[in-house]
Structure formats: C-alpha cells, structure tokens
C-alpha cells in the first residue's frame, strides 16, 4: 500500500513537472527572440504599408510575422522574409540572426521554386491546355527537386537555431469554385487550386519529417478566395503586377495571423 502511495506521488510529481517544462516551453516561444524567414507571402507583398527600409523585399507591418511580434513582444524580432525569395535565397540571405537562443522561426517559402509566377503568367494569357501543361511541369519540380530543397532549408534552420519552435506556413487555394466570375475558365481555377494542394502537401511533409510544426492557412481562406466575393487575396492587377495573387491585409490579418497564433 506504501508502494503504491509512493508510486503515485512520484507520478503526481513528475507529471507536474512536465506540465511546468512545457509551459515553460510556450512561454519561451512567445517571449524569446523570433526570426521571420521567407517569400513574398511571408514579407506581406499586398498587403500595403510596406517598411521603406526594406527595399525590394517588401516587408510590411501588416504582415503575419510582424503583427505576430506586436502583439507578443518577443525579446527581439528579426524580419527577414523577402519577396521573390526562393529557398537558395533564404539559405544564402536569411539565417544570418539564427542563434542557440532562437526561440521561435516561422517559414513560408517553395512557391517561388516550383514556378508560381510562370504558372500564373501562363494560366492568364495562354490557352487551358497550357496552364494545365505548366501546372503539370510545376508539379514534377514539386515532386523531384523542390523536397531536397526545402531539407536543405530546413536542415540548415535546425542547425543553427536547435532550440527553437519552428512553425512553416503554408498557401492558400486561390479560387473559389462553382460561382459566375469574370477571368479564368472553371477548368483553369480547380487546375490552380490543385496545385496549392500539391504544393503545400508537399511541403508539409517536409516540415513534419523535420519535426516542424505545420500552419495550413486553407481552412481560414475559405470562403475568402478569388470569385467569393469577399476576397483576401488579390486578383489580377495590372497596375501593380507584383501584388496579384498575393493576401490582402485581411488576409494576413484574418487568414495567416490565426494559424500562427494557433501553431506558435
């Protein structure tokens, strides 16, 4: 009977124990030095009030990374998501103030890897046949180069920082299917929104096998596509080409922000 009394005390403890270490954990996440490292999606291209020392990177204070930061005063923020970067750019750009005392890392990026600029172009000015051709070309980089890719970024971000939560985000389906809307063909929106799966199954098992946490942002888009009246990307934009397709501020406010706060 001593036994066992003993026996649960020490499990009482010791459950007590972990509880304190995971909060301990979180808190450190939310109050320790966070890097923000990525593409356009990260940098917050579209979604306006962009930060003049930034340059072509386009960081924006409406971004998910930086309204994150505001709203938890981590001990330092370093944003370094760039628009138009690619994985190579992120390890050869990025990772500059990761460190052992890194606490949390956020990630968006392989988009610009597997073509979505290309793709889109081709989508909008080229027949179906070509868009599903391009998406098809884009699909096989996902599948034969773009994995190897993001263990490179992924590796290195663990190496440098192995202290630290790393949450990566991933895209949105860009179109809302089945409604009467002006632009692409049905045929051409389900083939796009067949890619961001792709995509980002891809790069979510990428992130697990690393042990990263992953962020899907579809479930919060939803409803918020193209063609759903109430968007929070852009659609196409003549005028500032480089801001179609990319999340308004109600899309980083309303469609990013949640799943970062959920998975950070």
Known sequence: MRRSRFAAYVTTLLLAAGAALT??????????????????????????????SSGDCKQSTKAYPYLWAAAHSPSSFSFKACSGARTGDVLANQLGTLTTSTALVTISIGGNDAGFSDVMTTCVLQSDSSCLSRINTAKAYVDSTLPGQLDNVYSAIRSKAPNAHVVVLGYPRFYK??????????????????????????????????????GDVRGTFTNH???????????LNWLNIGESYHPTAAGQSGGYLPVMNSAA
Request: with cysteine; net charge negative.
């Open 23 to 52: 909060g301990a954990t979180s808190a450190q996440a939310a109050t320790g030095p966070y890097v923000a490292l990525g593409d356009s999606y990260a940098s917050g291209v579209g979604a306006g009030s962009y930060i003049s």
């Open 177 to 214: 299917l089945g409604t009467t809307c002006v632009g692409l063909s049905e045929t051409k929106r389900s083939a796009i929104n067949g890619a961001a799966d792709y995509l980002d199954a891809a790069v979510a098992k990428r992130a697990a096998d690393h042990g990263f946490t992953w």
């Open 225 to 235: 596509e193209i063609c759903s009246g109430s968007s929070w990307l852009h659609s």
